[in-house]
């Protein structure tokens, strides 16, 4: 009987080996076009940039104590701007700290396009 389990673990390894040795096969002959490219996507984030900075402003406005805001804001503003930067953007943070709101205006640059986004965020 120890022999009859000993030739199924054999097939069973046998088979794997064969399996992917066959899809490796067929990838190295399937041609590359057919594969869908999703880095063009990426590559074109700006909009997606600028959304995501808007809402975490949001929240840093949201979560500072009115003592920190001024603080955490400038910290936040270094931030982005060096972030735009290292992706290859031009981007201006600017605000102004009122006494029940903040008004935020951001302008993102790039090769593709020039986008704004002025909004208001009330204090807490």
Do not use: C, H, W
């Not at 794997?16 to 067929?26: A, E, N, P, R, S």
């Not at 002959?29 to 949001?58: C, H, M, P, W």
């Amino acid at each position: 009987m120890r022999n009859l389990s000993n030739k199924k673990a054999q097939f069973f390894i046998l088979t794997t080996v064969v399996i992917v040795g066959v899809f490796y096969t067929l990838s190295r002959y399937i041609n590359q076009y057919a594969f869908v490219d999703t880095s063009r996507s990426a590559i074109g984030s700006e909009t997606f940039f600028l959304d995501n900075i808007k809402d975490k402003t949001i929240k840093t406005v949201e979560i500072s104590s009115p003592t920190e805001l001024s603080q955490n804001l400038g910290i936040y503003k270094n931030f982005v701007e060096r972030m735009a930067s290292d992706k290859g953007y031009s981007f201006v943070f600017s605000y102004v700290i009122g006494s029940n709101a903040v008004n935020v205006t951001m302008v993102l640059i790039s090769e593709r396009m020039n986008l704004k986004s002025t909004f208001t965020v009330l204090r807490p």
